[in-house]
Nanobody
Framework: QVQLVESGGGLVQPGGSLRLSCVAS????????MGWYRQAPGKERELVAV???????NYLDSVKGRFTISRDNAKNTVSLQMNSLKPEDTAVYYC??????????????WGQGTQVTVSS
């Protein structure tokens, strides 16, 4: 089955950096857009960054200039480099992707989520 596995979350001090990674595995034929969402306690899930198969990226306004999304199509991975982290960045971060897999059309998949905590 298709699976998204995230890594890289953890505890970091304000102003610090963290890099999240997500790898898609399974009978994958193609992956279109990949992205990162986050959800803080008591808040709605929001799109942080998205990147197309061609490498075009878009970001949530509050993370522009601080976060960078990238992908490696050969490895079916997407990463999120987070710099100058702020306490308000604290949330569970979820990997998301539109994947064409065996016996199905394109379908949206979610990772299990990884906790990012920015605190002194």
């Amino acid at each position: 089955q298709v699976q998204l596995v995230e890594s890289g979350g953890g505890l970091v001090q304000p102003g610090g950096s963290l890099r999240l990674s997500c790898v898609a595995s399974g009978r994958i034929f193609n992956i279109n857009a990949m992205g990162w969402y986050r959800q803080a306690p008591g808040k709605e899930r929001e799109l942080v960054a998205v990147i197309t198969s061609g490498g075009s990226a878009n970001y949530l306004d509050s993370v522009k200039g601080r976060f960078t999304i990238s992908r490696d199509n050969a490895k079916n991975t997407v990463s999120l480099q987070m710099n100058s982290l702020k306490p308000e960045d604290t949330a569970v971060y979820y990997c998301n992707a539109d994947i064409l897999a065996f016996v199905q059309g394109y379908r949206n998949y979610w990772g299990q989520g990884t906790q990012v905590t920015v605190s002194s």
